[in-house]
Protein backbone atom coordinates (compact mmCIF):
# COMPACT_ATOMS: atom_id res chain seq x y z
CA UNK A 1 0.00 0.00 0.00
CA UNK A 2 1.19 3.57 0.25
CA UNK A 3 3.78 4.58 2.29
CA UNK A 4 2.22 5.83 6.04
CA UNK A 5 3.97 8.92 7.83
CA UNK A 6 3.53 10.42 10.90
CA UNK A 7 3.43 13.86 11.41
CA UNK A 8 4.59 15.40 15.45
CA UNK A 9 3.26 18.92 15.18
CA UNK A 10 3.90 20.95 18.43
CA UNK A 11 5.26 24.38 19.05
CA UNK A 12 7.66 23.67 21.76
CA UNK A 13 11.29 23.89 21.83
CA UNK A 14 11.64 22.26 25.75
CA UNK A 15 13.92 19.33 25.92
CA UNK A 16 11.13 17.40 27.38
CA UNK A 17 8.70 17.95 24.65
CA UNK A 18 11.80 16.47 22.13
CA UNK A 19 12.39 13.55 24.27
CA UNK A 20 9.02 12.65 24.08
CA UNK A 21 8.72 13.32 20.05
CA UNK A 22 11.58 11.22 20.07
CA UNK A 23 10.75 8.12 22.22
CA UNK A 24 7.33 7.97 20.12
CA UNK A 25 9.15 7.99 17.09
CA UNK A 26 11.61 5.60 18.13
CA UNK A 27 8.43 3.09 18.72
CA UNK A 28 6.30 3.67 15.78
CA UNK A 29 9.10 2.84 13.71
CA UNK A 30 10.07 -0.22 15.50
CA UNK A 31 6.81 -1.73 15.63
CA UNK A 32 6.34 -1.43 11.79
CA UNK A 33 3.79 0.54 12.22
CA UNK A 34 4.69 3.16 10.28
CA UNK A 35 6.87 3.74 7.06
CA UNK A 36 8.36 7.42 8.72
CA UNK A 37 8.35 9.29 11.33
CA UNK A 38 8.73 13.74 10.70
CA UNK A 39 9.15 15.47 13.87
CA UNK A 40 8.28 19.34 13.34
CA UNK A 41 8.73 20.64 17.07
CA UNK A 42 9.41 24.16 16.06
CA UNK A 43 7.68 26.90 13.97
CA UNK A 44 10.85 27.82 11.78
CA UNK A 45 10.27 24.03 9.91
CA UNK A 46 8.94 23.54 6.15
CA UNK A 47 6.13 21.40 7.02
CA UNK A 48 5.30 20.44 3.83
CA UNK A 49 8.26 19.30 2.85
CA UNK A 50 9.58 17.60 5.58
CA UNK A 51 6.45 15.80 4.59
CA UNK A 52 7.19 15.31 1.04
CA UNK A 53 10.61 14.27 1.78
CA UNK A 54 9.69 11.69 4.26
CA UNK A 55 7.08 10.15 1.86
CA UNK A 56 10.29 9.73 -0.89
CA UNK A 57 12.33 8.10 1.75
CA UNK A 58 9.40 5.95 2.53
CA UNK A 59 7.94 4.96 -0.91
CA UNK A 60 12.35 4.35 -1.91
CA UNK A 61 12.62 1.90 0.85
CA UNK A 62 9.36 0.13 0.07
CA UNK A 63 10.77 -0.39 -3.69
CA UNK A 64 14.14 -2.07 -2.31
CA UNK A 65 12.16 -4.14 0.25
CA UNK A 66 10.15 -5.22 -2.78
CA UNK A 67 12.43 -5.88 -4.94
CA UNK A 68 14.65 -7.78 -2.23
CA UNK A 69 11.46 -9.95 -1.90
CA UNK A 70 11.64 -10.52 -5.31
CA UNK A 71 14.99 -11.49 -5.56
CA UNK A 72 14.53 -13.78 -2.50
CA UNK A 73 11.99 -15.67 -4.16
CA UNK A 74 13.81 -16.09 -7.02
CA UNK A 75 16.71 -17.84 -5.62
CA UNK A 76 14.30 -19.71 -3.21
CA UNK A 77 12.63 -21.16 -6.44
CA UNK A 78 15.87 -21.38 -8.35
CA UNK A 79 17.40 -23.77 -5.83
CA UNK A 80 14.04 -25.88 -5.48
CA UNK A 81 14.32 -26.51 -9.53
CA UNK A 82 18.06 -27.50 -8.81
CA UNK A 83 17.51 -29.98 -6.26
CA UNK A 84 18.08 -33.43 -7.34
CA UNK A 85 20.56 -32.07 -10.24
CA UNK A 86 23.91 -33.50 -10.19
CA UNK A 87 26.24 -31.32 -8.23
CA UNK A 88 23.30 -30.13 -6.41
CA UNK A 89 24.81 -29.77 -2.92
CA UNK A 90 27.76 -27.88 -3.83
CA UNK A 91 27.64 -24.10 -4.36
CA UNK A 92 29.15 -24.07 -8.03
CA UNK A 93 26.27 -26.58 -9.56
CA UNK A 94 23.90 -24.54 -8.65
CA UNK A 95 24.69 -20.76 -9.20
CA UNK A 96 23.32 -20.62 -12.90
CA UNK A 97 20.14 -20.95 -11.69
CA UNK A 98 20.49 -18.32 -8.89
CA UNK A 99 22.57 -15.71 -10.97
CA UNK A 100 21.23 -15.38 -14.77
CA UNK A 101 23.60 -15.66 -17.46
CA UNK A 102 26.60 -17.22 -15.02
CA UNK A 103 27.88 -20.24 -17.05
CA UNK A 104 26.61 -23.80 -16.20
CA UNK A 105 29.10 -26.20 -14.27
CA UNK A 106 31.43 -28.19 -16.41
CA UNK A 107 31.08 -31.82 -14.67
CA UNK A 108 33.08 -33.59 -17.57
CA UNK A 109 36.48 -32.52 -16.31
CA UNK A 110 38.87 -34.70 -13.45
CA UNK A 111 37.32 -35.07 -10.25
CA UNK A 112 41.02 -34.63 -8.87
CA UNK A 113 44.03 -32.36 -10.17
CA UNK A 114 46.95 -34.38 -10.43
CA UNK A 115 50.03 -33.17 -12.42
CA UNK A 116 49.79 -33.18 -16.15
CA UNK A 117 45.69 -33.35 -15.81
CA UNK A 118 43.74 -31.70 -18.34
CA UNK A 119 41.06 -29.47 -16.09
CA UNK A 120 39.54 -27.14 -18.87
Known amino acids: GPPIVVAFIGQSDSTEFQ ?10 LFTGSVDDVVANPGLGTDLGLSIAMS ?6 RQHCSNKYEEELESVKQALARSAGQPNQDMFWGTVEHVFKGFPKLCTDIANEVAPGAEVG
Open 19 to 28: VEVAKAQREL
Open 55 to 60: LLRAGA
